[in-house]
């Protein structure tokens, strides 16, 4: 099946650092999304990508949809303690495979104080 | 407006119990999904409802597993004869249709002893 690589699994940054985190696939998606989740919680929507190519930001967050459609990263500017969490990206496949998606083992971050 | 509403929040049931968890999804959303998150791991995929049509059942791990939504609104799955290994955090999302971006509910925590 689907298959979506997440990088790194987790990592440590220091108060006001930028952070980066990508995922690639094996297949094309024709939309990206990332997510994040708080403990005891379901995953929010951060950001969302329909478009090869479509760079889009919300806040400090920036996320790109990759030109082969088969990757996307998401950036983090100036992180402050409450980004910490775990941080998934999804794929929405072809529609003729039906709208759900498939997410990455996520992200988890970590903000030393 | 509410959100994804899941319950119970958590339950604990004896191994070869069966157990049914709740799921009353954004009030006019026509897709509903069941997402599995293991300890620490990604979210896997279960099972997805959109309209009318039949379900995609493709992520039901087995026979055990199933799940139904009546009137298009609320969804209940249910597992039968429990397994240590179906303890989890089970993840309710709903949608629009076509490809808009799925809301989750904080999910209902089965721990299976």
């Known amino acids: 099946g689907q298959q979506l690589n997440q990088s790194p699994q987790s990592m440590f940054i220091q108060e006001g650092e930028d952070v980066s985190m990508n995922c690639t696939s094996s297949?094309?998606?024709?939309?990206w999304l990332w997510y994040k989740q708080d403990p005891g919680e379901g995953p929010v929507l951060l950001i969302a990508l329909y478009k090869a190519g479509e760079l889009t930001s919300n806040g400090r967050l920036t996320a790109q949809f990759g030109i082969t459609r088969k990757d996307s990263f998401l950036n983090i500017s100036a992180s402050i303690p409450s980004d910490v969490g775990i941080y998934f990206c999804a794929g929405q496949l072809e529609k003729s495979s039906g709208d759900k998606l498939t997410f990455g083992t996520g992200t988890r971050l970590a903000v030393r104080p | 407006g509410a959100g994804v509403s899941q319950s119970p929040s958590n339950k604990v049931t004896e191994k070869g119990k069966d157990v049914e968890l709740r799921c009353d999804p954004i009030?006019?959303?026509?897709?509903l999904y069941w997402y599995r998150q293991s300890l620490g791991q990604g979210l896997e995929f279960l099972i997805y409802?959109?309209?009318?049509?039949?379900?995609?059942k493709s992520g039901l791990p087995s026979d055990r597993f199933s799940a139904e939504r009546t009137g298009g609104s609320v969804s209940t799955l249910t597992i039968q004869r429990t397994q240590q290994e179906d303890s989890a955090v089970y993840l309710c999302?709903?949608?629009?249709?076509?490809?808009?971006?799925?809301?989750f509910g904080n999910g209902t925590r089965l721990t299976v002893t």
């Open positions: 297949s094309i998606f024709n939309t």
């Open positions: 999302a709903s949608s629009l249709a076509g490809f808009s971006p799925l809301h």
């Open positions: 009030s006019g959303h026509t897709a």
């Open positions: 409802f959109q309209g009318n049509s039949a379900p995609d």
